[in-house]
């Protein structure tokens, strides 16, 4: 199994819904672990790391970024706000 790390900024219209809490899991068979979160009531930036076979995680990200996600991938000299 494969561990990739992701920034991910949600707008508004999708901080209420349990996407990488729940979905990911349910619908990828990935497991979310999230490393650091900042959210308000308007922005949602969220620093996550996803384990599973490396078609899966690509599927998780494409349905995040589908669904309005911004999805970024992190390598070890990354740095993030």
């Known amino acids: 199994m494969a561990l990739r790390k992701y920034f991910c900024t949600f707008p508004q219209h999708l901080i209420s819904e349990p996407i990488i809490s729940h979905t990911l899991g349910a619908k990828f068979g990935v497991i979310p672990n999230i ?37 970024e991938e992190m390598n070890d000299g990354d740095e993030h706000p």
Do not use: F, N, P, W
């Open 35 to 71: 490393r650091a979160a900042s959210i308000t009531d308007t922005l949602a930036l969220v620093a996550v790391e996803i384990e599973g076979a490396d078609s899966a995680i690509e599927k998780s990200i494409g349905y995040m970024r589908e669904r309005g996600v911004k999805v």
